[in-house]
């Protein structure tokens, strides 16, 4: 999108935040209206995260007016709510390509810009990263300020703790900046708070405070009277005393959509020593009504018209390999009154809704703590519950410990219900599920089921279910291949691969649901193909069969080639001690970038035409 200077004539003046600080405090507002109303437009017109980005505006906008970035560091947390600190940081006319192939990256990522300190994703990292660049910092003794952006919901994680404990206790200048945009204290917010918070961050109050430190700590019983004193009065006016205790000043709630409030604070703020928070206060969805009403369903959109505020009509669509995850819990719950399910915080997105109102006696949604959801499946599973973890590949990765250690290790029957495994597509190498095939491989007792359909992944979920063992089905982001599914749920045999058709030369092997186009590349060149079902435990008597009939066999899965089912299969042929050529095809030894799952598959060459090139060229070579 072009910049249209009649349209956002204060905006055009900030393209980067050298320039927005040279503009007087007074246009502040109309910048940030005018930021708002460019970021609509933007994604309107591109598709990506949405409500978060409204709910930051005036934050961003004071944030890079009152500090020096990029010489002071700014840390943004997940990174969903980063979109007006990327306009404001030289890349506004890109802003349409977001999270499109060769476009802007969806998060914060060093590599597009220096304003971008830390390369952000997964969520509750800000606050542990930001600490290590002030320790930094005060070393270097050159005047650098930090400052960490958190949502309240990253704050369930226990990173976030872990981080403002050592921060507290070290005592390092940093800031980190709190955004709750739940509205659960909103009461709290307003002139009086406003007025607070510029009372408790100048310099008058500090000087009192600190001095007052200095003096009574040599009439220790005076001490302690004061400082008791002091919590007791900040803990009837602020909900800040946890942070207190952990060794953070407190200051807030302040209403962050108040920008004048929120330069004059942090202003104050960033002449105070040590670590401190700052609580503020947005509205998620700020000035776009429909995303204020409902900022789940505006948390990342397609391409709409925002002048009629309605997506695009779209056309009847095969189910999702969610929604079939999510039908067949209802559907196993109805059947097994043991049955419990757990999710992290994302229940929409896994496919959980129907099942969290239906069986809310049922449902744990345990925040934004994979660890803990994983150990505490391990719990229910010592207590003789039927455990489900629905999980995304991507956030597995930070529970690795929890599946060796508190499952695994025991033997206890917990069910992985892996949703976005393989390639996501717009969300780009933070949310790729490249790599649980991998991890998970090397884990004594698992189970590693890869369906090809969704008929598949229905009876594999009902397989890991009935499993006395750990069980992991992983499956794609978006629809399968409607096909017609059974209500009766079968369990597959542990281990059984089917043939899909026979061929001459060479046989490919398939893992998971590149079978489509496995079938398009085994009819293009006469190969033979046979579905695999089980990376773990192999088919080891379908694998030693096809070697022997076979001049080439060609591994294919949506996931990373290293330590992947084609190292599986590699492994059963060196331990039989039977000699074939063996091509593995899947994600190569590199991240990958944003860009439709389709464009990614091309690119890599894992699509019918580049599976068909890549044996042509082996064959050939």
């Known amino acids: 999108m072009s910049l249209d200077l009649n349209d956002y004539p204060h905006l055009a003046k900030a393209d980067l935040p050298e320039n927005l600080r040279r503009q007087p405090k007074s246009s502040l507002g109309n910048i940030a209206n005018e930021l708002r109303q460019f970021l609509l437009n933007s994604v309107s017109a591109s598709s990506g995260h949405f409500a978060s ?24 947390d997940v ?63 050159a005047g650098r300020k930090v400052v960490a952006v958190i949502g309240d919901g990253a704050l369930t994680a226990g990173m976030a703790f872990e981080a ?13 900046v709190l955004n709750d945009n739940e509205m659960s204290i909103s009461e709290n917010v307003g002139a009086l708070n406003s007025h607070l918070a510029r009372l408790l961050t100048g310099n008058f109050f500090n000087s009192i405070r600190d001095g007052g430190k200095k003096i009574l700590s040599t009439m220790p019983p005076i001490k302690e009277f004061a400082s008791k004193a002091e919590e007791h009065i900040k803990g009837m006016v602020v909900p800040g005393t946890i942070f207190e205790e952990l060794g953070f000043k407190y200051i807030g709630p302040i209403d962050g959509h108040d920008i004048d409030g929120m330069v004059d604070t942090l202003t104050n ?45 779209s056309k009847p669509s095969k189910p999702t390999f969610s929604a079939i995850f999510g039908e067949w ?72 410990d929890q599946l060796i250690h508190d499952v695994a290790l025991q033997n206890l029957p917990v069910l992985f219900a892996i949703d976005r ?58 629809a399968g291949m409607g096909i017609e599914i059974s209500q009766e749920m079968q369990a597959i045999p542990l281990g059984q ?9 060479t046989c490919i092997l398939n893992f998971g649901t590149l079978l489509p186009e496995a079938i398009k590349a085994a009819d293009a060149i006469d190969a033979a193909l046979i579905d695999m079902r089980f ?79 890549q044996i042509e060229q082996f064959l050939a070579s």
Not at 99 to 118: A, N, Y
Not at 124 to 133: D, H, N, V
Not at 593 to 606: C, D, V
Request: hydrophobic share 40%.
């Open 53 to 76: 980005g409204l709910g930051t505006v005036e934050l961003t906008v004071a944030l890079h007016y009152v500090y020096n970035t990029p010489f002071d560091k700014l840390v943004w």
């Open 79 to 141: 990174g969903h709510q980063a979109y007006p600190h990327k306009i404001l940081t030289g890349r506004r006319d890109r802003m349409t390509t977001i999270r499109q192939k060769g476009g802007l990256h969806p998060f914060p990522w060093p590599p597009e810009s220096e304003f971008d300190t830390f390369a952000v994703g997964h969520s509750s990292t800000s606050i542990s990263a930001a600490l290590g660049m002030a320790i930094a910092a005060e070393k270097e003794n």
């Open 164 to 176: 403002l404990n050592h921060g507290g206790d070290i005592n390092k200048d940093m800031l980190v």
């Open 269 to 313: 703020m960033r002449k105070m020593p040590g670590p401190k928070i700052l609580h503020v206060v947005t509205k998620k969805g700020k000035g776009y009504q429909q995303a204020e009403e409902d900022p789940i369903k505006w948390h990342a959109v397609p391409r709409f018209d925002h002048t009629t505020e309605q997506f695009p009509a």
């Open 329 to 400: 819990l209802c559907d196993m719950a109805e059947k097994d009154p043991e049955l419990v399910a757990i999710t992290p915080a994302m229940r929409e997105g896994s496919g959980m809704v129907k099942f969290s109102q239906k069986f809310p006696e049922q449902y744990f949604d345990v925040a934004i703590a994979e660890q803990h959801s994983v150990t505490l499946a391990a719990g229910l599973a010592y207590a003789k519950k039927h455990p489900v973890v629905a999980i995304y590949s991507t956030f597995l990765q930070r529970a690795y």
């Open 421 to 478: 495994a393989g390639l996501v597509g717009a969300d780009g190498p933070t949310h790729q599920g490249a790599f649980d095939i991998s991890f998970l491989r090397c884990i004594p007792n698992m189970i590693i089921m890869t369906p090809a359909d969704e008929a598949e992944c229905r009876n594999m979920l009902y397989t890991g279910h009935l499993a006395q063992s750990p069980a992991a089905v992983r499956y794609p982001r978006g």
């Open 497 to 505: 691969s089917r043939v899909i058709k026979e061929g001459k030369k």
């Open 535 to 613: 990376v773990k435990p192999l088919d080891h008597d379908a694998v030693i069969s096809a070697a022997k009939q076979y001049d080439l066999i060609v591994t294919l899965e949506d996931g990373a080639i290293k330590g992947g089912a084609g190292s599986a299969v590699i492994e059963c042929l060196q331990a039989e001690k039977v000699l074939v050529h063996v091509l593995c095809l899947g994600l190569p030894d590199e991240f990958i970038m944003q860009g439709t799952q389709q464009e990614m598959y091309a690119e890599l060459k894992i699509d019918a035409q580049g599976i068909e090139q």
